[in-house]
Nanobody, 118 residues
C-alpha cells in the first residue's frame, strides 16, 4: 500500500505560479504518476502524466504552462504551474498507477486546493 500526500496548493493571483508536490510513502519508481483536477461542478480530469521513462503528457489547456516532473529517489512527483488562470481553480489530486502481473495498483492522494483569483 502506498500513501500519497499532496502539498503546495493555495490562493494565487492570475498570472502567478504554484508548485505542487506529492510525496509517496513507498517506492513509486515503477508507477505512472499523474495529476488530476476537479473544478467546481466539473468532473475530474487528467492534467498531466509522467511515465517512469520520463515521457510526459499534458491536457491541451495547460501545455506550455504546467510541467510535471518526478524524483524517484525522493518518491515525489511535482507539478509546476505557471501563468495560472482562474479556470485552473480546482482541487488537484495526485495519482500513482501500475500493473503487476494481473493486479493493478491505483493510489490517490487526498487533494490540495488551488484557487486562482484576484
Amino acid at each position: 500500500q502506498v500513501q500519497l500526500v499532496e502539498s503546495g496548493g493555495g490562493l494565487v493571483q492570475p498570472g502567478g505560479s504554484l508548485r505542487l508536490s506529492c510525496a509517496a510513502s513507498g517506492s513509486i519508481s515503477l508507477y505512472v504518476l499523474a495529476w488530476y483536477r476537479q473544478g467546481p461542478g466539473k468532473e475530474r480530469e487528467l492534467v498531466a502524466s509522467i511515465f517512469n521513462s520520463g515521457h510526459t503528457n499534458y491536457m491541451d489547456s495547460v501545455k506550455g504552462r504546467f510541467t510535471i516532473s518526478r524524483d524517484d529517489a525522493k518518491n515525489t512527483v511535482y507539478l509546476q504551474m505557471n501563468s495560472l488562470k482562474p479556470e485552473d481553480t480546482a482541487v488537484y489530486y495526485c495519482n500513482a498507477r501500475a500493473v503487476f502481473g494481473f493486479k493493478m495498483n491505483d493510489y490517490w492522494g487526498q487533494g490540495t486546493q488551488v484557487t486562482v483569483s484576484s
